[in-house]
Each structure stands twice: as structure tokens, then as C-alpha cells.
Nanobody, 121 residues
Framework: VQLVESGGGLVQPGGSLRLSCAASGFAFTSYAIGWFRQAPGQEREEVSRISSDDNSYYADSVKGRFTISRDNAKNTVYLQMNSLKPEDTALYYC????????????????WGQGTQVTVSS
């Protein structure tokens, strides 16, 4: 099982990034995928998640700015992040869960290593 995040980087406030989460080794189309982030000294928080049949959830802090999507043909989930703010700076992780809805990080059995997003001028 492997989840590999990519697309992070340094961006100015107001800019955009698209994160990708490429999955392999499990039945991707049957799994929900979540995006989480963790800033230094803070707890890991859920940013967004998408079910196997495209139901989605967003944290209030990113609603209207971030969009999650999945391409089952490519076993990949995307997180389009627009209007980025300095407070979005964090290490972003994707994770897979066989449950829906998910209620905590413990519902996710597979995790990636993360990709760094830094929003700064």
C-alpha cells in the first residue's frame, strides 16, 4: 500500500496550488480519501475528504477556497487550493479509509508521507 503526495511548495498569499495523492496497493475506488494538515506545534487537522462516490466535506477554514476531487482511472485524489493564506502553511497528508463517513484520524488506515505547503510573501 502506498499513498504519495505531491504538488506542495512555496506560494505567495492569494496564490494557488494543486496537491495530488497517488494511491496504489489497495482497492482505491472503494475507499474514502482525506486530506489533513499539520503545522509545527499544532495538532493534525482534517482539511477535506471525499467518499468513494464523490461526496465531499470541507473544514470551515477552507470552505470556498479548496476543492477536492478524485480520478478513479488514475487512482489519484486532488486538492485544489486557491486564495491561499499564511495560516494554510503546513505539512499536508492524504489518507485512505474504508469507512464513510469518517469521524477521526483513527478511521484512516493508510497514510502518505506528506508534502509541505508554505504560504509566504
Amino acid at each position: 500500500v502506498q499513498l504519495v503526495e505531491s504538488g506542495g511548495g512555496l506560494v505567495q498569499p492569494g496564490g494557488s496550488l494543486r496537491l495530488s495523492c497517488a494511491a496504489s496497493g489497495f482497492a482505491f475506488t472503494s475507499y474514502a480519501i482525506g486530506w489533513f494538515r499539520q503545522a509545527p506545534g499544532q495538532e493534525r487537522e482534517e482539511v477535506s475528504r471525499i467518499s468513494s462516490d464523490d461526496n465531499s466535506y470541507y473544514a470551515d477554514s477552507v470552505k470556498g477556497r479548496f476543492t477536492i476531487s478524485r480520478d478513479n482511472a488514475k487512482n489519484t485524489v486532488y486538492l485544489q487550493m486557491n486564495s491561499l493564506k499564511p495560516e494554510d502553511t503546513a505539512l499536508y497528508y492524504c489518507a485512505a479509509s474504508s469507512k464513510w463517513p469518517t469521524r477521526s484520524t483513527q478511521d484512516y488506515g493508510y497514510w502518505g508521507q506528506g508534502t509541505q505547503v508554505t504560504v509566504s510573501s
